[in-house]
Structures are given as structure tokens and as C-alpha cells.
């Protein structure tokens, strides 16, 4: 789709949204507002902040209106919902559905805001096709996004999930960062990730909005928190496993894996390769046992999560092809909105025994 369809498509919806809260806010006041009165501060307010968010994109105005267009969308699904219920049973119960409306939306967006600030933990257990001297527990955290929505209270939440996993290693395949270091330079993230401890270590790799900022210092920010980020690189972990961090696509130099892994004993140790988007172009031509992945959330808001599935051949979850194990979580943080609606905040247990 062209971008400029997509922000036309988006604009659309947002105009749609504003005209259900003003019809539907008059019908709650039994009529009494005058449409007028209603729809003219709201539609100013609303479009001006459209339009300095269109004027300013990545910028303060760009976050409140997203904010404001999800929202909209939750008071859209609660009106489908209850309006619906209102047209089926029919006038009769109007002072009981003008109630149910409200507290439906606010349930609604309270839950949309519980599943963002409540990450839950996955586990698979798998077994590769290669020698694996002990089993190997492997965290996968993706998509941090750490800035103004995700900082230290959540970084203290993941902190707690590994205390009480205990992983091997720990991987953050991407989007570590949201745009800049700025707010996670002021409220000192770093420190709280420097926590972060594994036997094998904490490492990550580069995702598309590390490169949306200044890239240079966002691998510098990255790298003061204690993560050990793999760029277009391969490295053996205490000659047990090979682990890839692959740049993600945005870089047009972007290495091939044939060029990553060249002079690694790939057929002799597991290979665990970390690439941001779970597009698997060259992975089925070398002998990797795990690739790890996020980027697409899960969709993050309904119907999204089910939108994804059709752009990726693992949107989310797991699936085995021959000897390749494949992961795409919904990641750890947000992005766009502090909502999740149809994905749930989390990070993957892995659980990886080999051949005798």
C-alpha cells in the first residue's frame, strides 16, 4: 500500500471516529447538546491536533494523536458492541445501554492497558538436531522500545522475570531503543539493564527503530546498559553454540548469512541467529536450529493481529521446518500507543536440548 493511501486510510478513520463520539455523546444526553455546540470544539480540537501531528511526525503531537486514534477505536468497538445489543433488544432498555456504553469503553481500555503492563512468559521446549553438551535456557525479550511508555517500571518487571527464570542466555532480538537515548539517557535505563545477567550473557541486535534515530548513538546507548549488540556478526559462545545478530533490512548494506557465517563450524555447533523481522529469505539455506524474531507484535490492537498473519510467514509464535526453529514473539515493550488489545506484553522461554 502507498504510504500516502495509508495516512488517507488513517485520516479517514480518525474523521469516521469523531463523528460516532459526537452522535453518540448527544445520544447519551437523551438530545439535550445541540449538535453544534457538540461537534465544534471537538472536531477543532481533534483536527488541530491532526494537523500539527502531520505537520511534526515523530514528535510529541505525532504520539498524542495516535494515542487519541487508538482510543477512538476502543470507544468504536465498545459502541459496535452495545449499540448493536441496543438495536437487537430493542428501545426499550436505552437508559440501561447509555450506562453500559461508558463503562463498557472504560473496561475496554483498561484492559487494552493491563495486557501492555503485564507481561506474561512463554515457554517452548525443543529439541535440535545437533550435539548440545547440557540443555540450553534461552530469554527472548524483543521490541523494548524503551522511552517515554516503557522505562524503568517495566525494565524492573523484566528484571524480575529473569531472577525468577534463571536463563542461560538472554536475547533482544531488536528495537531495543523506540526512536533516540534521550529519555533513556535522562531517566538512566541503562543501570536498570546492566541487572540483566545470564551464564552466556545478554545480547541483542539492531531493529527498525534504531535506525529511525541516530543510529551511532543509539548502539552507543545500547551498549552502556550491558547488551552485547551483534551487527551483521557471528560469534561462538564458550565453544557451545554460534550466536548471529543480523542488522535489520533497513540497512542497505546489510550482510547475507552466507557471509556472516562463513569460517563458523556451522555443522558442528547449534546456530541461534537474532533477526528483528521474521522474514526468512536465506535462513532455509544454511543449517541455523533457532531464529529468533519480533517486530510484529502480535498486530499490538485488534484487528491488526490478524491482519500480520498475512505478511509474514510466522507473525507469531512457533513453528519447526526440518531442523529450522522459528520464534516471533510479540515482544517485551510497545510501540505507537501504550495499549495492547489481542497480544499481551511477554517474553519466550526457550528450552533447547540436543542430540547425545
Request: hydrophobic content about 45%; charged content about 15%; proline content about 4%.
Amino acid at each position: 500500500m502507498p504510504r500516502w493511501l495509508f495516512f488517507l486510510a488513517i485520516i479517514a478513520i480518525y474523521e469516521l471516529a469523531l463523528l460516532l463520539v459526537i452522535f453518540t455523546v448527544r445520544w447519551l444526553s437523551s438530545n439535550r447538546l445541540k449538535l453544534w455546540h457538540l461537534a465544534t470544539p471537538i472536531l477543532l480540537a481533534a483536527n488541530i491536533l491532526l494537523a500539527l501531528a502531520l505537520l511534526n511526525w515523530r514528535s510529541d503531537y505525532s504520539t498524542s494523536f495516535l494515542i487519541t486514534l487508538t482510543v477512538l477505536w476502543f470507544y468504536c468497538l465498545s459502541c459496535a458492541v452495545v449499540l448493536g445489543a441496543y438495536k437487537i433488544t430493542g428501545s426499550h432498555y436505552s437508559a440501561l445501554f447509555k450506562i453500559l456504553l461508558p463503562c463498557n469503553f472504560l473496561a475496554l481500555t483498561g484492559y487494552a492497558w493491563f495486557n501492555a503492563h503485564s507481561p506474561q512468559v512463554k515457554t517452548y521446549n525443543i529439541s535440535i538436531n545437533k550435539p548440545l553438551a547440557r540443555p540450553l535456557k534461552i530469554l527472548v525479550a524483543s521490541d523494548l522500545h524503551l522511552d517515554i511508555y516503557i522505562g524503568n517500571k517495566m525494565l524492573d518487571k523484566l528484571y524480575a522475570i529473569v531472577q525468577e527464570q534463571k536463563p542461560d542466555l538472554i536475547l533482544m532480538p531488536g528495537d531495543i531503543l523506540d526512536f533516540d537515548s534521550k529519555v533513556y539517557t535522562r531517566e538512566k535505563m541503562a543501570q536498570n539493564l546492566q541487572r540483566l545477567q545470564a551464564i552466556y550473557g545478554v545480547y541483542g541486535s539492531l531493529g527498525n527503530h534504531e535506525y529511525y534515530g541516530p543510529l551511532s548513538e543509539n548502539v552507543a546507548a545500547i551498549s552502556q546498559g550491558g547488551i552485547n549488540l551483534l551487527q551483521d556478526q557471528a560469534t561462538v559462545i564458550d565453544n557451545k553454540f554460534i550466536l548471529v545478530g543480523r542488522n535489520d533490512q533497513l540497512d542497505t548494506l546489510r550482510k547475507p548469512l552466507s557471509s556472516i557465517l562463513e569460517q563458523m563450524p556451522v555443522n558442528d555447533l547449534p546456530v541461534i541467529v537474532m533477526d528483528h523481522r521474521p522474514i526468512y529469505t536465506d535462513i532455509y539455506d544454511f543449517p541455523v536450529d533457532i531464529n529468533v524474531s519480533g517486530h510484529t507484535h502480535n498486530g499490538q490492537v485488534f484487528p491488526a493481529n490478524f491482519i500480520v498473519k498475512f505478511m509474514y510467514e510466522l507473525a507469531y509464535g512457533y513453528k519447526q521446518v526440518d531442523n529450522h526453529h522459528l520464534f516471533t514473539t510479540s515482544g517485551f515493550g510497545l510501540a505507537v500507543s501504550p495499549f495492547r488489545l489481542g497480544s499481551k506484553s511477554e517474553v519466550f522461554i526457550i528450552n533447547v536440548t540436543g542430540q547425545k
